[in-house]
């Protein structure tokens, strides 16, 4: 070539970029999933509605507002508990696969409707005689418990995906911590949906359906565990 200077083939001329270019430096980063995201987004929301029916039905007297209040307080911990467990899982889950991807959009319905169940067994119209309201507490209750029961079988199923050991999500040592999971969640699960028959509505205590009450032990579960042994529901061994 004219001057001494050596012209370069397209391949030298490919292996003359630097190696750590801008794009190569990002190319590593993982985003977080959308469905996360969206997850965040609809428990969020679920808490806000909570609030915001008890703001559109102004209290009667102060019974009512003591009422209110511990109604919202129980909506607030079934959808706070359920979103721990579920970030603890998510952390661990691998999201693009079908099955997981189907679970949760499942899992975000049932969600999204427990602020309208709830208010429906909370709160009853004036225009409704007594054996109206009763008629629809008692199958807004029934709608619930099979909706908490649903909410409970997902994530347990979640929990049965990472404790495969073939699949090796986890640790060996936190497979029997996802395994002990997802048998007690199964077991809450159903004594949940075995609140729907209907005696447990016409059975009461103090005045109270047997019903409600079934629904309590999931949070107890999960608090007094947590709080007796942390590894066993933050699945982390200290």
């Known amino acids: 070539m004219k001057g001494g200077l050596t ?88 999201i693009e696969t079908r099955t997981v991807t189907f679970l949760n959009v499942g899992l975000l319905l049932l969600v999204a409707i427990v602020p309208y169940l709830l208010n429906g067994v909370e709160v009853a119209s004036p225009a409704l005689n007594p054996a109206e309201v009763s008629m629809i507490q008692n199958y807004s ?4 418990a099979l909706d908490l029961g649903g909410i409970l079988i997902i994530l347990a199923t979640f929990a049965h995906v990472i404790s495969l050991e073939e699949k090796r999500l986890v640790a060996p040592e936190l497979v029997t911590l996802f395994r002990n999971g997802r048998n007690r969640m199964a077991i809450l699960a159903v004594l949940t ?30 608090w007094v565990g947590r709080a007796v042994r942390p590894d066993s529901r933050t699945y982390k061994l200290a």
């Open 7 to 94: 012209r370069l083939t397209p391949k030298d001329q490919i292996h003359t970029i630097p190696k750590d270019t801008p794009m190569q430096q990002t190319g590593g980063a993982h985003p977080r999933p959308r469905i996360e995201t969206l997850a965040d987004l609809i428990f969020g929301l679920s808490l806000s509605i909570g609030s915001i029916a008890l703001i559109a039905n102004p209290p009667k007297s102060t019974g009512e507002i003591t009422t209110h209040i511990l109604a919202f307080a129980y909506t607030f911990f079934v959808l706070i508990t359920a979103w721990l467990i579920y970030t603890t899982y998510m952390s661990v889950l691998p």
């Open 141 to 144: 209750s029934q709608l619930f």
């Open 193 to 222: 949906l075995l609140s729907v028959a209907p005696q447990f509505w016409e059975w009461t205590l103090l005045g109270v359906p047997i019903r409600l009450y079934l629904w309590y032990p999931p949070l107890i579960s999960y």
